[in-house]
């Protein structure tokens, strides 16, 4: 398993091109919508953690197959499920390698995010980073398992987006929902409801994969 967390960690690290495509992405979108919608001091708090999380679904979802098309490309995946590991210890391996990429990607997007939209972060920074983290993983989570799905497909850029992306709604309310309630100044144990949502998410989705790999292949 550390293997391919270490294979695909380097290959990423030579080219940087996952990073570089999601970045540029989450940008475009942030800029797009902070032209087409009027966020003023008094209304940031409720548009911004949208913005936000649209900005991090609609990237992250362009980029979590890279790590199985790369291995179809290449005509490995099918020697990776041949190889004498556990199925689900490759599905971990690919969700880390995801999770990685995804916090490197919002760990720069999120500066931006604070500087276009001038969110009155305080001293929240760490709250905002919990609550993206937890979002993260459950977004990792099921958009890992399903890019294995999807690469076998031959509209596969489609399909990943088709399948992930109504099972993200209620990840993506609550993540919205927590954001807000950071932004207006509440802390992590103040998230109620929306946190334990996101948390269930995690580890419904966690564990839903590392038991159903088993039962996927590539051809």
Not at 8 to 28: M, N, Q
Not at 153 to 169: C, D, G, N
Not at 185 to 193: K, M, N, P, R
């Amino acid at each position: 398993m550390f293997a391919i967390i270490w294979k695909d960690i380097t290959l990423e690290a030579r080219s940087r091109e996952t990073i570089a495509s999601l970045l540029v992405f989450g940008l475009i979108v942030l800029v797009v919508f902070n032209f087409a919608l009027d966020v003023t001091p008094a209304n940031v708090i409720d548009l911004a953690p949208g913005l936000l999380w649209v900005a991090i679904v609609l990237s992250a979802v362009t980029g979590l197959g890279r790590t199985f098309l790369i291995e179809r490309e290449n005509g490995c995946m099918n020697a990776l499920l041949l190889a004498p590991i556990e199925r689900s210890s490759i599905y971990l391996a690919k969700l880390i390698v995801n999770i990685t990429l995804l916090v490197v990607f919002e760990a720069g997007l999120i500066p931006f995010f604070i500087l276009i939209y001038s969110v009155p972060i305080g001293g929240n920074l760490m709250a905002l980073c919990i609550v993206v983290l937890l979002g993260t993983l459950g977004l990792a989570a099921a958009g890992t398992l399903f890019a294995t799905v999807a690469a076998g497909t031959r509209a596969r850029e489609l399909m990943l987006p088709l399948i992930v992306l109504p099972l993200q709604i209620p990840l993506l309310i609550s993540a919205v929902q927590a954001t807000s309630m950071v932004l207006a100044g509440h802390t992590v144990a103040d998230l109620g409801d929306w946190g334990m949502i996101l948390v269930a998410f995690d580890v419904l989705f966690i564990t839903m994969g590392w038991l159903a790999f088993e039962l996927i292949s590539v051809d």
